[in-house]
C-alpha cells in the first residue's frame, strides 16, 4: 500500500451563503479532509488529505476519489436545503513529496 498526499482548491459561486461554505467545509473535514496544517488553519478554500492506494490504483483513481468526495459534500449540502455551486475545482495528487505552509514574503517597511 502506498501513500498519497491530496490538495484540493475550490471556488465556489459569490451567491452562496455563508452558512453552506461553513457546512461544505465541514462535511469535508468528515471525510477525512483537513483544513488545518501544524495547526494552522488552511486558506478558506483549500483542504488536503493524506490518502492510501492499493498497488494497482493510480493517482488517476485517487484524483477521482477526491472528485467524488467534493461532490459527495456538496450534495449533502444541498440535501441540507443550502444553496451551493461550485465554480471550479482543482486536485492535486502527490507521492512522497513535500508538502506544508508557505512563509510568504512580507514588503519592507519602508
Given at each position: ?19 453552506a461554505r461553513k ?35 493510480t493517482t488517476d ?25 461550485v465554480l471550479r ?22
Amino acid at each position: 500500500m502506498r501513500s498519497f498526499i491530496a490538495t484540493m482548491v475550490y471556488e465556489l459561486h459569490p451567491d452562496t451563503p455563508p452558512e453552506a461554505r461553513k457546512l461544505l467545509r465541514a462535511h469535508l473535514v468528515g471525510r477525512r479532509w483537513q483544513d488545518r496544517h501544524e495547526g494552522a488553519v488552511m486558506p478558506s478554500t483549500a483542504v488536503w488529505i493524506r490518502r492510501s492506494a492499493e498497488d494497482h490504483e493510480t493517482t488517476d483513481d485517487l484524483h477521482a476519489a477526491c472528485a467524488r468526495d467534493l461532490g459527495d459534500a456538496v450534495a449533502a449540502v444541498a440535501r441540507a436545503g443550502r444553496p451551493i455551486q461550485v465554480l471550479r475545482a482543482w486536485i492535486q495528487v502527490s507521492g512522497a513529496g513535500t508538502y506544508g505552509f508557505v512563509k510568504v514574503p512580507r514588503p519592507a517597511d519602508g
